[in-house]
């Protein structure tokens, strides 16, 4: 028998694999930082992404069958929710420093401009 959609409910694991894919794009964006920036912005961005996603992981991995497991799951999980509003102000001021100068914040590893490497020329 199937459950209608309007009653299903998110599975915990949903919350992993979200936790897990946020963590990703994090990195992925901080990855392209300048050497300036990222020395600023990616360890603590980095520690918290990581913090966060482990806090999850240890939440679902807890079956609530006492009160002492339903608490302590409740409160790995406001850790993980804490984790997720210091990584947002952490992003907001990455993303108002990338808005400020995008010419040079984004850099390779050999030194050349991101953007002015991905302009192509078309040639007729």
């Avoid at 912005?41 to 966060?52: A, G, K, W």
């Avoid at 006492?66 to 999980?77: C, F, G, K, N």
């Amino acid at each position: 028998m199937s459950i209608p959609k309007f009653k299903r409910k998110p599975s915990g694991l949903d919350y992993v694999d979200n936790a897990f894919e946020l963590q990703k794009e994090i990195m992925t964006l901080a990855s392209k930082l300048s050497a300036r920036w990222a020395r600023i912005y990616v360890h603590p961005i980095d520690r918290l992404s990581c913090m966060q996603a482990d806090f999850v992981n240890m939440a679902c991995s807890i079956t609530p069958t006492t009160t002492e497991d339903y608490i302590t799951r409740r409160w790995l999980l406001k850790m993980s929710r804490a984790c997720l509003q210091a990584l947002e102000k952490r992003l907001m001021d990455m993303i108002r420093v990338l808005y400020m100068n995008p010419s040079k914040c984004f850099s390779r590893k050999n030194g050349k401009n991101i953007l002015e490497s991905n302009k192509k020329t078309l040639v007729f």
